[in-house]
């Protein structure tokens, strides 16, 4: 099972939504779906904790997508209880209003996710970069 899996609360721009993954094939593509979307398509990476996707919210017209960059890091990973987050930012493709806050000279925005975690998984920890701490 992927780090990824399961259900998320989800905070775009100021706007909650659930997100769900519910899995993930051997070429990282997502089987996921979140609120109010008509599809999501997209790829986890377990190795660089990198999630990419395009929220499809009309599927006949293109500007209404929206693509998520983020990467997952935990709080204190060895502890039960713990969260999880996946942060990063998402592009509006569209005109403002739709489907986002985007307007000419904002099309980029913060998005995060998080879920508590029951216990630690296998790999988790810090990994060491040189001197550089960091998540693993």
């Known amino acids: 099972m992927s780090r990824i899996t399961g259900t998320w609360t989800m905070n775009t721009n100021g706007r909650l939504r659930s997100f769900t993954v519910h899995s993930v094939d051997a070429q990282g593509r997502l089987k996921a779906e979140m609120q109010n979307t008509a599809e999501v398509v997209g790829f986890w990476s377990d190795d660089a904790r990198k999630l990419v996707f395009t929220r499809v919210i009309d599927p006949k017209d293109p500007s209404s997508h929206q693509t998520y960059v983020g990467y997952l890091h935990d709080d204190d990973p060895d502890a039960p209880g713990s ?54």
């Open 83 to 136: 969260t999880e987050t996946v942060s990063g930012t998402v592009v509006y493709f569209g005109p403002a209003g739709h489907g986002g806050s985007s307007v000419a000279t904002r099309r980029v925005f913060g998005w995060t996710m998080a879920r508590e975690r029951a216990e630690p998984q296998e790999g988790d920890g810090p990994m060491s970069f040189g001197n550089i701490r960091g998540w693993g």
